[in-house]
């Protein structure tokens, strides 16, 4: 196989595994005449020479564990609210459901995904809470954490900020 080999001598040194100077780091960013393909180029070679070409991912199951949310972010397609059709309010059984059937489907990883503290706006999420004998949704989140991981899967969360409360 040839080595790739660029016009510009930094993008050189830089797949030679030299250090390049922030002048020439600068350049290679913001000089038009420098494309990102070349760039790119650059990034997928070395990334061939270091890590090889081999794929991995980890097969995962999706939990809407509770999609109301405190916060209105513009660009959020998530969130729901009170009275929609996609509004999703996983109870334990639920969850326990799921996690026993992606297990099933040997899947290694369960994305936990909720609202930013529901329970902070809608009356709605606090008692849902509240019926399940929890007061947030930190605390509900850990327990389905826990539920998962009975059934051999790694709980990963994306829940915006949570505390220890």
């Given at each position: 196989m040839s080595r790739l080999e660029f016009d510009f001598e930094p993008l050189n040194q830089v797949l030679d595994g030299k250090e390049i100077t922030k002048d020439d780091a600068?350049?290679?960013?913001?000089?038009?005449?420098?494309?990102?393909e070349k760039i790119f180029k650059v990034a997928s070679n070395l990334?061939?020479?270091?890590?090889?070409?081999?794929?991995?991912?980890?097969?995962?199951?999706?939990?809407?564990?509770?999609?109301?949310?405190?916060?209105?972010?513009?660009?959020?397609?998530?969130?729901a609210e009170i009275g929609e059709s996609k509004l999703s309010m996983m109870n334990l059984g639920d969850v326990k459901k799921l996690?026993?059937?992606?297990?099933?489907?040997?899947?290694?990883?369960?994305?936990?995904?909720?609202?930013?503290?529901p329970e902070q706006k809608y009356d709605e999420a606090a008692k849902?809470?509240?019926?399940?004998?929890?007061?947030s949704t930190g605390e509900y989140l850990a327990h389905?954490?826990?539920?998962?991981?009975d059934e051999g899967l790694f709980p990963h969360t994306n829940a915006g900020n949570l505390n220890k409360s």
């Open positions: 600068y350049e290679v960013f913001s000089h038009s005449k420098y494309n990102s990334r061939d020479m270091h890590k090889g070409k081999a794929v991995s991912f980890s097969k995962k199951a999706f939990f809407n564990i509770v999609n109301l949310c405190r916060d209105t972010c513009s660009y959020c397609t998530y969130k996690a026993k059937s992606a297990a099933k489907l040997r899947c290694v990883e369960a994305l936990l995904v909720t609202g930013e503290s849902w809470l509240s019926k399940n004998g929890l007061s389905c954490s826990e539920l998962v991981l």
